[in-house]
């Protein structure tokens, strides 16, 4: 059938990645862990632990921006209908109704003191 | 075309009222300040607002089925039946959220503007025609849920069901997209109706794709229902969330999800065929652990709550049951049986949330001897506990015998038995309340503040229909047969 | 007279309304209320028997009543009574009225829960002897458990919590199978206006179904006669399904045992005589050995447990097992004496074993332990003979009356019910008689223990029986020996009806 191939190729990816981990493990060296389980510093000692408890105020910029760039994002495609379409207030409308919606959000986070930082 | 838009809105009345609904409270909530006026306002607003999709609902059910949107959603009799269920569920659990001390006093707003949000998910759940239709209705549910199980913020079992809830869901979704996305390639489209009329011109090597990426699909929405094996989030979520969300839960995901199935069945599996045969496998076999693991798990609790989620696990299974038939006489039971559930899980939430404000924690033996200090609230937790075990002349036993009957009629003996066995097991547990309620001493002589004469007075105009849909039902019965599926 | 079955079954619900609207101090009021309720029934019954054609078989026309219920799916409001059931439903009234008279003074507690309840539990057994139509059967059936849970939950001995909740879920068991049948029959019969009309069921009419059930072809007769026969043997209760029995009656208090053991056991053999046997009777006779068998397993294995008791109430309800084994060979043997034995030991049980409850309830007033020999080995009576002459008279009625001795009410029917089973199984017949003599042992030996020998110190002080226990044993005594000489007004009514499911069964 046509899936042969894909069969094949299948296969043969998983065949040979057992195979290179399962040799470098039986043939290679072994370590003590300890000292590659540091977190790296590009070769200076590490002073601190890596992970770090930040403020919630990034998360919540990060999310908040990702929100309304997919809003913008959304113009776009629509921007390329709108162009010679056949009912073009219906559009326009249709597309006020969607940022009508999202403004009242941004009402809302504004409202809410969700991106005053300092506070 | 965009006029066939316009008038399709007047269709989609319901969800516009919501959507409206859910903006309006918004700005209300951020421009105004926290007073008790204007939380009244917000209180009056949101009842209106719901009562009215309310009405809207029972005028829509007047008009003919039809397709709206170009074939994106289907407004029919079905769908309008089952969120005219779970506006009402809305209904009940924000009225719990307003006397119950599991939600902040100042994320009472919140609550019901995400409950409205997860209302239209669900309304677009049960309209849906097409499979992008059901993933945004499922998505729109699950991501609000996910905020609203977590909504006790300073308690670190709220903030554990939230997490527990998102990664739960995130992979489900991811799953079912998975599947969503073999089912288009093999069948070339999404629109359901579409799909339907192509798997009747497959091949065997299409169908061996076809029914993976089905049993995928299914594990999606299974995951909502919290069907058993995709049930491990609900107890711990139950558990963690504020009891007023966990109303919400019990009752507008389930059944939203429990209607999407319905129509995906209906769809797609009307025909006989090798795909039919194997769908119905899948389901009966899902229903019946779903029922038996629900049950035998509820035994075991401690919690109140917990044995809820459990119990409502069970009789997610039970509706599923009714699914198998894939005819009108089954999609009748399971109407039915979504009404006498609504109720049945109203009441017990309420009296659990009353109960668990006063003394801090839903253990069991905080119901020890309620009979004595609240003889009128133990009575009706003691109908609803005996409706929920399948106990003439109430409800719940109403609601079995038509999926018992609907069963036997097309000679599914097994899953009739099951059911039967299951009843029996879940009589232990539901007896268990009722025992401690009635035949054990009270423990104190303390008065329970939410019993209070309003509260009381609505949990018996909730209890009511328990009690009469048991005897008279033949009105509502005919409500339920006359939500047809509409294909298109 | 259509309305005199529709009286008789919600005059209970109508007391049971008006002792709930009593203020809750007044318990003399809802007392004395529940008692005139209770009269009023018995005297709609004593009508009900006075208007009864004794010479016609099958349901009289003159008392049906037929009312669309739920009419989309052929549910009828449908009350019937003939030659079965009305001893049953007399039986059903008078021990109710007893009842209220003996808890009169023996429940202290929640006296309005009480007397709301038993009234309630009198309504729904009244349902199930009377109801014509399958579903109206089966939710009186199941709703009887919910009182009876609560009367032995809150009132009842020290381990009343355990018997109510085995006692529920065994019997919800056996309901929940006959369930199934009922819908099984439902569709058999195609869903027409008669497919839950109890009496067009019957006839055999399923004979030539079968069903496939993984891949083998079982006969729906016969598998849904065994799914019927489990739901009615667990109440009856047949010798594996007896388990709940003795905790039951055991923990109860005095007047819900007597109900427990004078009609609900009595509901299990209705309903073979009504349901199992008439709407399936080639499968009755294809299992007819195989029911002596159990009966008479009831029979032994019943005496020989209670002879073992150190309880005497433990005792009684192991006498009932044994008791009930007799009805179910009679049931087996499917001849008219057999059959008219059964009936009738059906009702004199009834009598006889209420008697003993009372009895026993009585002296538990007096002494608040009901142990023949205490586990510590020293007696709990002795002497009673001597120091309450008139209980002793009334307990040696209830107890020859149990036992089976010629002239009282017990041995006219276990007499009929040998005379029945003697030509088709007479190995049984001989192996009954010893459960017969076992019978009369440890009855014999309870009452020495208890009446005979030195007095026990303790039973000096107590009182006789008063005014109102003689006056609610009085009824009982002229019972047992009046249809003991003679049964005649007994029997007459259940000839018509007997007769006529006997010569269905012999067309099979």
Redesign the interface.
């Known amino acids: 059938?046509e899936f042969a191939s894909f069969a094949v190729f299948f296969i043969i990816a998983c065949t040979l990645s057992a195979v290179l981990l399962g040799i470098s493990s039986l043939l290679g060296q072994k370590r003590k862990a300890i000292r590659e389980m540091d977190i790296y510093e590009s070769g200076v000692n590490p002073v601190g632990s890596a992970t770090r408890q930040y403020d919630i105020k990034f998360f919540l910029t990060a999310i908040l921006f990702l929100l309304f760039d997919v809003e913008i994002v959304f113009l776009l495609p629509w921007a390329m209908a709108y162009n010679g379409a056949?009912?073009q207030t219906?559009m326009m409308w249709g597309f006020v109704f969607f940022m009508a919606?999202l403004l009242?959000?941004y009402?809302?986070v504004?409202?809410?003191k969700a991106l005053k930082w300092e506070e | 075309m965009y006029l066939n838009y316009l008038a399709n809105i007047s269709r989609y009345i319901p969800e516009i009222l919501l959507v409206g609904l859910m903006v309006g409270l918004i700005l209300i909530e951020t421009t105004y300040k926290e007073d008790d006026k204007n939380k009244r306002y917000i209180f009056i607003a949101a009842i209106v607002g719901l009562i009215a999709t309310f009405v809207s609902l029972v005028a829509n059910l007047s008009g003919k089925p039809e397709a709206i949107f170009s074939n994106s959603m289907i407004i029919d009799p079905f769908s309008t039946s089952m969120k005219m269920i779970m506006v009402l569920g809305t209904l009940g659990s924000y009225y719990l959220s307003t006397i119950s001390k599991d939600v902040y006093e100042s994320l009472k707003t919140e609550f019901i503007i995400m409950a409205v949000g997860i209302l239209i998910g669900g309304f677009i759940l049960a309209s849906a025609n097409n499979m992008l239709m059901i993933f945004i209705g499922i998505e729109t549910l699950s991501i609000l849920s996910y905020v609203m199980a977590s909504l006790k913020k300073n308690d670190e079992r709220s903030s554990e069901a939230g997490l527990k809830y998102a990664l739960y869901g995130g992979i489900s979704s991811g799953l079912m997209l998975f599947g969503m996305s073999h089912m288009f390639g093999v069948l070339g489209t999404i629109q359901f109706s579409g799909m339907a009329a192509t798997i009747a011109t497959l091949d065997k090597a299409q169908m061996l794709i076809l029914m993976p990426s089905f049993v995928l699909f299914f594990a999606g929405i299974g995951y909502k229902i919290a069907a058993v094996p995709f049930h491990m989030w609900s107890p711990d979520v139950y558990e963690g969330s504020p009891t007023p969300v966990t109303t919400l839960f019990a009752i507008v995901p389930k059944l939203a999800g429990i209607a999407a199935l319905i129509r995906v069945t209906m769809i797609f599996f009307a025909t006989p065929g090798p795909l039919r045969v194997g769908w119905v496998g899948l389901v009966m076999v899902i229903a019946a652990l779903t029922m038996t693991v629900g049950n035998i798990t509820a035994i075991g609790q401690k919690s109140v709550k917990r044995m809820l989620a459990y119990s409502s696990i069970s009789h997610a299974g039970i509706m599923l049951a009714g699914l198998v038939m894939i005819n009108e006489i089954g999609i009748r039971a399971v109407v039915f049986y979504a009404i006498t559930y609504l109720f049945m899980t109203l009441v017990a939430f309420y009296i659990t949330s009353i109960v668990q404000d006063k003394y801090g924690n839903d253990h069991f033996d905080r119901f020890q001897g309620l009979i004595y200090r609240y003889p009128f609230m133990a009575v009706m937790m003691t109908v609803v506990m005996l409706s929920l075990t399948g106990l003439p002349p109430l409800a719940g036993f109403v609601g079995k015998y038509n999926i018992i009957v609907a069963l036997i009629n097309s000679r599914n003996f097994t899953l009739a038995i099951i059911l039967v066995l299951n009843s029996v097991i879940s009589a232990y547990y539901y007896l268990k309340i009722v025992r401690l309620m009635t035949l054990k001493p009270q423990e104190s002589n303390e008065k329970i503040e939410g019993f209070g004469f309003l509260n009381q007075l609505i949990i018996v105009a909730m209890t009511v229909p328990v009690l009469t849909l048991g005897i008279f039902w033949e009105n509502v019965m005919a409500f339920a047969g006359s939500a047809k599926v509409f294909i298109q | 007279m259509h309305g005199l079955l529709s009286w008789i079954l919600w005059m209970p619900i109508i007391g049971m309304l008006g002792v709930l609207l009593i203020p809750k101090e007044k318990t003399s009021a809802m007392k004395w209320w529940s008692l005139v309720n209770t009269v009023i029934t018995f005297a709609l019954t004593i009508v009900l028997y006075c208007n009864f054609n004794q010479a016609t078989p099958g349901m009289q026309e003159a008392f049906n009543v037929r009312i669309p219920w739920i009419a989309q799916f052929n549910i009828f409001y449908a009350l019937g009574v003939d030659g079965i059931s009305l001893p049953m439903i007399l039986l059903t009234s008078l021990l109710f009225m007893l009842c209220i008279l003996s808890s009169w003074t023996q429940i202290k507690k929640s006296i309005k829960g009480y007397f709301a309840l038993l009234l309630l539990l009198q309504s729904t057994v009244f349902g199930v002897f009377m109801a014509m139509d399958f579903f109206l059967f089966y939710v009186y059936w199941e709703v009887m458990l919910i009182p009876m849970f609560f009367l032995i939950g809150v009132w009842g001995g020290e381990n009343r919590e355990y018997a109510a909740v085995k006692f529920f879920l065994y019997t919800f068991f056996g309901s929940l199978l006959m369930l199934v049948g009922i819908v099984a029959l439902y569709f058999a019969t195609g869903q027409t206006e008669n497919s839950f009309n109890i009496l067009a069921l019957q006839g055999g009419h399923f004979t030539k179904l079968n069903l496939e059930i993984f891949g083998a072809t079982v006969s729906f007769s016969k598998l849904f006669f065994i799914f019927m026969f489990v739901g009615f043997a667990i109440k009856v209760p047949v010798f594996p399904f007896h388990t709940w029995l003795p905790h039951a009656h055991v923990q109860a208090p005095t007047a819900i045992s007597v109900i427990l053991a004078g009609v609900l056991l009595k509901m299990g053999t209705y309903g073979f005589l009504r349901i199992a046997f008439p709407i399936f009777p080639d499968s009755a006779k294809y299992f007819g050995p195989a029911i002596a068998w159990l009966g008479l397993i009831n029979v032994i294995y019943g005496a020989l447990c209670a002879m073992a008791q150190t309880d005497v109430k433990k005792l009684i309800a192991y006498s009932s097992v044994s008791h009930m084994g007799f009805v179910m060979l009679g049931l087996a043997a499917m001849n008219v004496q057999g059959m008219n034995g059964a009936v009738l030991q059906m009702f004199n049980h009834g009598t006889s074993t209420a008697m003993m409850f009372f009895m026993i309830g009585i002296i538990y007033e007096r002494s608040h332990h009901r142990y023949i020999v205490r586990p510590d080995g020293s007696r709990g009576f002795g002497g009673l003979y001597t120091q309450l002459p008139v209980y002793s008279i009334i307990f040696i009625i209830g107890m020859f009356a149990s036992m089976g001795l010629p002239g009282l009410s017990g041995f006219i029917s276990e007499a009929l019910i040998f005379l029945g089973i003697y030509e088709k199984f007479t190995t049984i017949t001989i192996l009954a008689l010893i459960g017969l003599l076992i019978g009369a042992a440890y009855l014999l030996w309870m009452f020495k223990r208890m009446f005979f020998g030195d007095v026990n110190p303790e039973v000096k002080d107590y009182t006789d029986m008063t005014k109102l226990e003689i006056g609610y044993m009085i009824p009982l005594c002229i019972t047992v020996i009046v249809f003991g000489i003679f049964p005649a007004p007994i029997l007459n009514i259940m000839k018509a009806s007997v007769g006529q499911l006997v010569s269905l069964l012999a067309t099979f």
């Open positions: 059938m056949p009912d219906f919606i009242v959000g009402i809302f504004i409202n809410s």
